[in-house]
């Protein structure tokens, strides 16, 4: 068995802009998304908006400067992840299909286990 | 030593290479370690079958003796070495891989799977599946590329990686998602036969070695699959496709087009084969990318003479093509069926809706075509520009001779029109 970390990105101004019903079926998606591999899941939440991150970069120097926003400015930016277990790359793909992802889509990293 | 002995080997060689890499794979569960002892086992040949005479299963011998060597070095290998982690897809208890039910797995059928994996970028599926597959060294492919063979090395090291880290499984996909899978397993047996058969730069037109190695993928997935039509089509298609290659080049090396080659120079066997093969490959309905694209090539192969060819039966089959494949290339294709359906006028409105298109704006082809029905309405002076066009993106050095050949006829005409 292995771990992969599923990290959700999208357009967040899309996400703004989404109507009611939209968001409801998202939701609703992760909820039977949760549901159905409940076994495999190991951890997983929604991010608030990329507005509210900060960066913190080291400076080379023994310190550190802090600045607003993300790491990387893209267009779609990361807004929640999932950990989940699975034997391989092509089950953790077939369950990352399903998590739902209106503007934008997911990438699977393997977890690098530390010994 | 005794030449039929090494040509035993070498034969061996090419026929037998991915049958016992996949073999030995099954006992090692690393890709690396397998191709260590294959190549053991093919430098083993070398030296045994002069004394002992060359074994009546050559595969079944180079088999046993890197399997017998993997045994021996996963027993000298501590737990400690083991730093990169066993592929995924084997049942833990005995090594047995676990695909899933309803499919004949042939363990070169799982590596072949494994090489074309769609979390693999296409580059490295091409570069992975020579060299494990066909049993190519890093140099060879990296010459058949046309890359730096460092650039070479470092493309399969990471794939190989990546193929250990992220447990891409060493196992023939389930009925889902099979059709998919096979589809990325012949676009890169395409991807290999089309730079072999228009060689992208270079002064010769065909690669041979890589229109030969492709030929040889296509038959052996045609044996490993012999029911899925779209196998059956793409190794129509190669043959059809590698049949015209005698007509291609005139004798003193400048490019024959489909219009002008002698169709006697043409390869009959390959021509009556892969007829055969369309036949087979259009019985599924709808008909697949390849078994299309075959019978467009059987149409030419079917036609005796340029002029002869049925055009209406080709427009046909490219608005069926273009349904399912929708391309630039393919409209390309289409719009030049039209033209010579049609008449050369329709053919340039075909053409002109594709002038936007920002994957044709590299493509020669579009400018030549756009050159040669120009040139059939008298419009010279256009068709010499469009011909300048084409010759300012085209790298191989067998179509640029052809495209300034015609150039200078446009020039001439114009220089000698009232």
């Known amino acids: ?115 | 030593m005794d030449a039929s002995v090494e040509a035993a080997v070498a034969d061996a060689h090419r026929r037998e290479w991915a049958y016992v890499l996949a073999a030995t794979v099954r006992v090692t569960g690393d890709i690396d370690l397998a191709e260590e002892c294959v190549q053991d086992a093919y430098a083993r040949a070398l030296t045994t079958w002069p004394v002992q005479g060359v074994p009546s299963r050559p595969g079944a011998w180079l088999t046993t003796v890197a399997r017998r060597r993997a045994i021996d070095m996963l027993r000298r290998r501590t737990t400690h070495d083991r730093v990169v982690p066993a592929l995924a897809g084997f049942d833990d208890a005995d090594h047995e891989p676990a695909d899933h039910g309803g499919v004949i797995a042939d363990d070169r059928l799982r590596l072949i799977f494994t090489c074309c994996h769609p979390a693999l970028a296409p580059e490295s599926q091409v570069a992975l599946t020579l060299r494990l597959i066909c049993g190519l060294t890093t140099s060879e492919v990296a010459r058949m590329f046309l890359v730096p063979e460092a650039t070479m090395a470092a493309r399969i090291t990471r794939a190989k990686k990546k193929i250990a880290t992220a447990r891409i499984p060493y196992r023939v996909p389930g009925p889902d998602e099979l059709p998919d899978r096979i589809d990325a397993v012949l676009t890169v047996v395409h991807l290999v036969f089309t730079t072999g058969h228009t060689a992208p730069q270079g002064a010769e037109l065909v690669r041979t070695d890589l229109v030969e190695r492709a030929l040889h993928l296509a038959r052996m997935l045609r044996s490993l699959l012999p029911d899925e039509p779209d196998v059956a089509g793409l190794l129509a298609l190669i043959l059809l496709t590698d049949a015209r290659l005698p007509a291609r080049t005139a004798e003193d090396g400048t490019l024959a087009l489909l219009a002008d080659q002698d169709r006697s120079r043409w390869d009959a066997d390959k021509i009556a084969e892969g007829l055969r093969l369309v036949r087979e490959a259009l019985e599924r309905r709808p008909p697949g990318r390849f078994a299309l694209m075959a019978a467009i090539a059987a149409v030419h192969a079917e036609a005796p003479t340029w002029s002869a060819t049925d055009w209406a039966e080709l427009v046909g089959l490219y608005d069926l093509l273009v349904t399912i494949w929708p391309s630039p290339v393919v409209s390309l294709n289409r719009a030049v069926a039209i033209g010579l359906a049609e008449g050369p006028e329709a053919g340039l409105a075909a053409l002109d809706a594709l002038a936007g298109e920002p994957q044709l704006a590299a493509y020669g082809y579009l400018a030549s075509a756009r050159a040669d029905f120009l040139r059939r309405l008298g419009r010279v002076d256009e068709a010499a520009d469009a011909y300048r066009q084409a010759l300012a993106v085209t790298e191989n050095a067998v179509e640029a001779g052809f495209l300034s050949a015609r150039l200078a006829e446009a020039d001439h005409d114009l220089r000698s029109a009232p």
């Open chain 1, 1 to 115: 068995m292995a771990e992969y970390l599923v990290l959700i990105y999208g357009d967040e101004s899309a996400m703004d802009e989404a109507a009611p019903a939209e968001m409801a079926k998202m939701m609703e998606g992760h909820r039977q998304f949760g549901q159905k591999y409940a076994a495999a899941l190991r951890g997983g939440n929604a991010l608030q908006a990329s507005a509210t991150a900060t960066t913190i970069r080291s400076d080379g120097v023994g310190g550190s400067t802090i600045t607003d926003g993300a790491f990387a400015e893209t267009k779609e930016a990361l807004g929640g992840y999932y950990l989940l277990e699975a034997p391989d790359l092509d089950v953790a793909i077939a369950m990352a299909k399903e998590i739902p992802a209106p503007n934008g889509g997911v990438e699977v990293r393997p977890i690098r286990p530390i010994d």
